[in-house]
T-cell receptor
Framework: GAVVSQHPSWVICKSGTSVKIECRSLDFQATTMFWYRQFPKQSLMLMAT?????????EQGVEKDKFLINHASLTLSTLTVTSAHPEDSSFYICSARDTSGGLNNEQFFGPGTRLTVL | RKEVEQDPGPFNVPEGATVAFNCTYSNSASQSFFWYRQDCRKEPKLLMSVYSSGNEDGRFTAQLNRASQYISLLIRDSKLSDSATYLC???????????FGAGTQVVVTP
């Protein structure tokens, strides 16, 4: 149990295009999802916290208009990188947490999405 | 100053040997701590939680020192499959936001 999927697993796009990444909790309801970004040899950096049915909370320095987050259901959150540029190339990872008290509030990570912007 | 700091390594360890490394955290209000393992180009996977009294899980032992604000991980009888980056994680707020260290790379050699 407690599986989180991400789609796509990798994407290559041209500069200026928008890319949508989906994060799904497959066998539990995730009231809270987190989006992280990881550059090579660096730590995972939290970008935003996404709560179902409400606006995401962005970390300092993360542009909310560039990284659009939608958490419309208890099993799906999406991150859209708008007008992507080469510096947005990174490994994007989501995690999901069952805040209803199940699964001991542990966060479960998706397999990540590797974005390359040309 | 980063919330969670780790020695990046790499720690080169002969198979069968013991390796230990620490992680320091800056927020004294941090309540929960974990060690995650991350393989190259993969997502992090929870290795173990870290309890105040210290805890063991097989060949892995984790310790917490609140006074000095560090946690440690010790790996006994290292296996080749232990080669990975070990991420130190602290939870510092009620939202459960994970603060990650940059990771310590461990390379176990035959």
């Amino acid at each position: 149990g407690a599986v989180v999927s991400q789609h796509p697993s990798w994407v290559i796009c041209k500069s200026g295009t928008s890319v949508k990444i989906e994060c799904r909790s497959l066998d539990f309801q995730a009231t809270t999802m987190f989006w992280y970004r990881q550059f090579p040899k660096q730590s995972l950096m939290l970008m935003a916290t996404s709560n179902e049915g409400s606006k995401a909370t962005y970390e300092q320095g993360v542009e909310k208009d560039k990284f659009l987050i939608n958490h419309a259901s208890l099993t799906l959150s999406t991150l859209t990188v708008t007008s992507a540029h080469p510096e947005d190339s990174s490994f994007y990872i989501c995690s999901a947490r069952d805040t209803s008290g199940g699964l001991n509030n542990e966060q479960f990570f998706g397999p990540g999405t590797r974005l390359t912007v040309l | 100053r980063k919330e969670v700091e780790q020695d990046p390594g790499p720690f080169n360890v002969p198979e069968g040997a013991t390796v230990a490394f620490n992680c320091t955290y800056s927020n004294s209000a941090s309540q929960s701590f974990f060690w995650y393992r991350q393989d190259c180009r993969k997502e992090p996977k929870l290795l173990m939680s870290v309890y105040s009294s210290g805890n063991e899980d097989g060949r892995f032992t984790a310790q917490l020192n609140r006074a000095s604000q560090y946690i440690s991980l010790l790996i006994r009888d290292s296996k080749l499959s232990d080669s990975a980056t070990y991420l130190c994680v602290a939870i510092t707020d009620s939202w459960g936001k994970l603060q990650f260290g940059a990771g310590t790379q461990v390379v176990v050699t035959p």
